[in-house]
């Protein structure tokens, strides 16, 4: 299991995940809600780098690679999180049972000659 | 509104005498239940996990098609003949259990899918049949002994 490469985004977004509860509605309109587990999952994190070298892209794209596109889970490394406090990123970052996944391929666009634009969009799933 | 948070215990005992034991509520954290250890399991119950009247119910569990949940299978012979203890736990909003239920069943067989293993249990009580205790064919019913294989209930 790999990293994700140690590279600071220069836009990030986060979300938590939802814990397994279904709802039932009666035809009254009462609702029962059934729990089915203690921990969060789908946590999604979408990170952005802009006007990155070619260099880069090809370190998230050999990532990709190594871990069979989202088979395969792996951890962020903190440079990831720049600018969070420890404790956040504790919150952030390893979630409790967590494992971050690739949710689609990353895509690249570019900007100019050798240099690019890399989307990634990841999601925690549970161990 | 209402919460319903229900913890499930599997206790297999199979016929060779392999136990394997699984909750599948509290996710990667190992619990204890009358002092044995469940490992957690993406397992699911379905149909009648508990019943008063044994009418020789039908339990379904299934589990992913991955490498421990086939050696359910293949250490007890198909899951012919095993023992399993299914015990449903009701819990508070601490996630302390606040009931306990417990159902028994015997192993009827397995089968596989691409993803999902499916072991088929009824309840333990009358596993022999529906009409336990099972009918017994005497001479009086049947009558003079056939030569062939048609037997005529009179």
């Known amino acids: ?127 | 509104m209402t919460e319903i948070r229900l913890a499930q215990y599997f206790y297999l005992v199979t016929s060779t005498g392999t136990r394997h034991r699984y909750q599948n509520f509290f996710v990667s954290e190992p619990r204890i239940l009358d002092g044995a250890r469940f490992d957690f399991a993406p397992f699911r119950a379905e149909g009648s996990t508990a019943n008063l009247n044994g009418d020789n119910g039908m339990v379904r569990v299934l589990f992913p098609n991955v490498e421990f949940a086939i050696k359910l299978v293949e250490d007890g012979d198909g899951n012919r003949l095993s023992e399993l203890t299914l015990t449903t736990q009701w819990l508070n909003a601490a996630l302390a259990p606040s009931r306990t239920y417990q159902e028994r069943y015997v192993g009827i067989g397995a089968s596989y899918s691409d993803t999902t293993i499916e072991l088929r249990y009824r309840t333990a009580m009358d596993s022999v049949g529906a009409t336990f205790p099972g009918r017994t064919l005497t001479r009086g019913l049947v009558g003079p002994l056939p030569l062939n294989a048609d037997l005529v209930l009179q």
């Open chain 1, 1 to 127: 299991m790999a990293n994700f490469p140690s590279i600071k985004p220069t836009a990030r977004s986060f979300q938590l995940g939802q814990y397994p509860v279904k709802t039932y509605r009666a035809m009254s309109g009462a609702v029962v809600r059934r729990s089915f587990g203690n921990k969060a999952f789908g946590y999604t994190l979408d990170l952005q780098f802009e006007n990155v070298p070619e260099a880069t892209v090809n370190t998230i794209i050999d990532h990709y690679n190594g871990q069979q596109g989202g088979t395969i889970g792996f951890a962020i490394a903190t440079a990831v999180f720049t600018g969070y406090t420890v404790t956040l990123q504790g919150k952030v970052r390893n979630p409790s049972g967590i494992e971050w996944l690739y949710a689609e391929p990353p895509s690249v666009s570019s900007v100019i000659k050798g240099i690019s634009t890399v989307t990634v969009k990841l999601v925690g799933e549970m161990r």
